[in-house]
């Protein structure tokens, strides 16, 4: 049974920071291309980050320069570390495993930026 567990969501005030895990079960984790994306309340879903097997990474414009996506093979868990965080920052973040025509989705973290 695959399981993909995020973690590490909350509240933050603005200028914060916060880092969420993705603990994957199930699936051989070193092949799969990893994904962080975000669904604000009467929004789309938006990628946010992305890493490949190979440990390329691409990120939204938004949030260049302020994340940070990375994985941990051994530990079957991909990282997003998220500074100076923002108001507009406030969504349900969710994690993806992907892999040719396999695709996965965490559960989601809620992730709110006020003061």
């Known amino acids: 049974q695959v399981q993909l567990v995020e973690s590490g969501g909350g509240l933050v005030q603005p200028g914060g920071s916060l880092r969420l895990s993705c603990a994957a079960s199930g699936i051989l984790f070193r092949v799969y291309n990893m994904g962080w994306y975000r669904q604000a309340p009467g929004k789309q879903r938006e990628l946010v980050a992305s890493?490949?097997?190979?440990?390329?990474?691409n990120y939204a414009n938004s949030v260049k320069g302020r994340f940070t996506i990375s994985r941990d093979n051994a530990k079957n868990t991909v990282y997003l570390q998220m500074k100076s965080l923002k108001p507009e920052d406030t969504a349900v973040y969710y994690c993806n495993a992907k892999h040719y025509s396999l695709a996965y989705w965490g559960q989601g973290t809620q992730v709110t930026v006020s003061s």
């Open positions: 890493i490949t097997s190979g440990s390329d990474t």
